[in-house]
T-cell receptor, first 111, second 115 residues
Framework: GQSLEQPSEVTAVEGAIVQINCTYQ??????LFWYQQHAGEAPTFLSY????GLEEKGRFSSFLSRSKGYSYLLLKELQMKDSASYLC????????????FGGGTRVLVKP | DAGITQSPRHKVTETGTPVTLRCHQT?????MYWYRQDPGHGLRLIHY???????DKGEVSDGYSVSRSKTEDFLLTLESATSSQTSVYFC??????????????FGNGTRLTVT
C-alpha cells in the first residue's frame, strides 16, 4: 500500500518563499502529484514528478527524490491567493491509475 | 476545465435512508473515481471504474456501492446512510486513459450531511 506524510500547516508572509514537504512510502512508484485546493473548492492539479530532480512551472516548483521517498513543493513570490491547502499524492503500480493522497498542508499567507 | 458535473451539490438526509450521488463527464474518459474528504484524513478512495460495468473497490468501500452503465455516468450509492458518512464527496476522471502521467481532474464535490 501507500502512505504519505505532510505538515498540517505552514504560515508565511506575502512575497516570501515557502517549501511544503511530503514523504511517502509505496509499493511500486509511478509518479508523485501536487494539487492545490482552496477552501470549499475542488483540488486542482499543479505538478507531476516521476524522475528525480526539480520541475519548474512559473512560481511553483516541485522536487522529487525517489531513493529518499521525498518530495517538496516550492512556492515563490507568495501572493494572498496562494492561501490554500496543498495535497501530495502518489501513484503506485496497482491497476486503475489510482492516486493515494496525503492529508494536505494548509498554507496561510499573511500581508 | 474538465467537463465533470456532480449532483446534487448539497444534500441532507436521515440515518438509514439510501442516497445516490451522480457524476457526469463529457470527456469520454475511461477511468472515473469516487473519493471522500474528511478533516484529518485527506482524500480517500471509495470506488473506481475502468470502463462500463467495470468497477473495483478502494480503501474505504464499506457501506458504498457504485454503478457505471454508461461511459459518462458514475453513480455512488450509500445503501443505508450513517452519520460516519457525513463528508464531502468528490468525483474524478483521468485525463488520458492508461497514461501513467495523467493527473486526476475533480468535480466540484457534493457535501452530504447525515442526521
Amino acid at each position: 500500500g501507500q502512505s504519505l506524510e505532510q505538515p498540517s500547516e505552514v504560515t508565511a508572509v506575502e512575497g516570501a518563499i515557502v517549501q511544503i514537504n511530503c514523504t511517502y512510502q509505496t509499493s511500486g512508484f509511478n509518479g508523485l502529484f501536487w494539487y492545490q485546493q482552496h477552501a470549499g473548492e475542488a483540488p486542482t492539479f499543479l505538478s507531476y514528478n516521476v524522475l528525480d530532480g526539480l520541475e519548474e512551472k512559473g512560481r511553483f516548483s516541485s522536487f522529487l527524490s525517489r531513493s529518499k521517498g521525498y518530495s517538496y513543493l516550492l512556492l515563490k513570490e507568495l501572493q494572498m491567493k496562494d492561501s490554500a491547502s496543498y495535497l501530495c499524492a502518489v501513484r503506485g503500480r496497482a491497476a486503475g491509475n489510482k492516486l493515494t493522497f496525503g492529508g494536505g498542508t494548509r498554507v496561510l499567507v499573511k500581508p | 476545465d474538465a467537463g465533470i458535473t456532480q449532483s446534487p451539490r448539497h444534500k441532507v438526509t436521515e440515518t438509514g435512508t439510501p442516497v445516490t450521488l451522480r457524476c457526469h463527464q463529457t470527456e469520454n474518459h475511461r477511468y472515473m473515481y469516487w473519493y471522500r474528504q474528511d478533516p484529518g484524513h485527506g482524500l480517500r478512495l471509495i470506488h473506481y471504474s475502468y470502463g462500463v460495468k467495470d468497477t473495483d473497490k478502494g480503501e474505504v468501500s464499506d457501506g458504498y456501492s457504485v454503478s457505471r452503465s454508461k461511459t459518462e455516468d458514475f453513480l455512488l450509492t450509500l445503501e443505508s446512510a450513517t452519520s460516519s458518512q457525513t463528508s464531502v464527496y468528490f468525483c474524478a476522471i483521468s485525463e488520458t486513459p492508461n497514461g501513467l502521467d495523467s493527473p486526476l481532474h475533480f468535480g466540484n464535490g457534493t457535501r452530504l450531511t447525515v442526521t
